[in-house]
């Protein structure tokens, strides 16, 4: 497939390389089906997240089906189908993290930032989502913030880090 035949309607005045590098992506994997994740993974590297728009032109171009694509980026909590706040805040829900309190940091963090699970702050700020299982059970409970876990978290010590990265300056 030629490069034009991924185009996921970037917004007006973004003019850069981000679909020549997922095609070559794509090229590199010979367009293989089964290179689904690695694609999936670079395209939400270039764009920030998965446009239904990029999902059916990556589905296009791997021979798929639309609703694999939509099915395997819906089915990993690292693939996100809405643009993400500048920070991020993931709380494992697994089976350890439940006993030991998730449900009771979820409640902590929804209250400090204004926002629910799943969703993003006003601001774009951060976005605060869940885990069905980080494979952190030994320091349970655990949440990643920004990419670094931090394990034997306590709500209000998780709610007095998401104040203050909603307090700091914008990196804009």
Not at 22 to 46: C, F, G, S, W
Not at 91 to 115: F, H
Not at 150 to 169: F, Q
């Amino acid at each position: 497939m030629e490069p034009s035949s991924v185009s996921p309607h970037t917004p007006a005045g973004v003019g850069d390389n981000r679909l020549k590098v997922l095609e070559a992506t794509m090229k590199r994997n010979q367009y293989r089906p089964d290179a689904l994740i690695e694609v999936l993974h670079k395209a939400q590297e270039l764009f920030g997240f998965l446009s239904p728009t990029l999902l059916i032109s990556i589905a296009r171009s791997l021979h798929l089906p639309p609703s694999r694509v939509y099915g395997v980026a819906t089915f990993y909590h690292f693939f996100s189908l809405a643009p993400q706040g500048t920070h991020t805040c993931t709380i494992c829900l697994g089976t350890a993290c439940y006993v030991k309190g998730a449900d009771s940091l979820v409640t902590a963090a929804e209250r400090a930032v204004g926002v629910r699970v799943g969703n993003t702050t006003v601001d774009g700020k951060l976005s605060l989502t869940s885990a069905r299982c980080f494979g952190a059970c030994g320091i349970a409970p655990a949440v990643i913030v920004d990419n670094g876990m931090i394990g034997h978290t306590a709500p209000a010590d998780l709610a007095a880090r998401l104040v203050a990265l909603l307090a700091s300056p914008s990196e804009d």
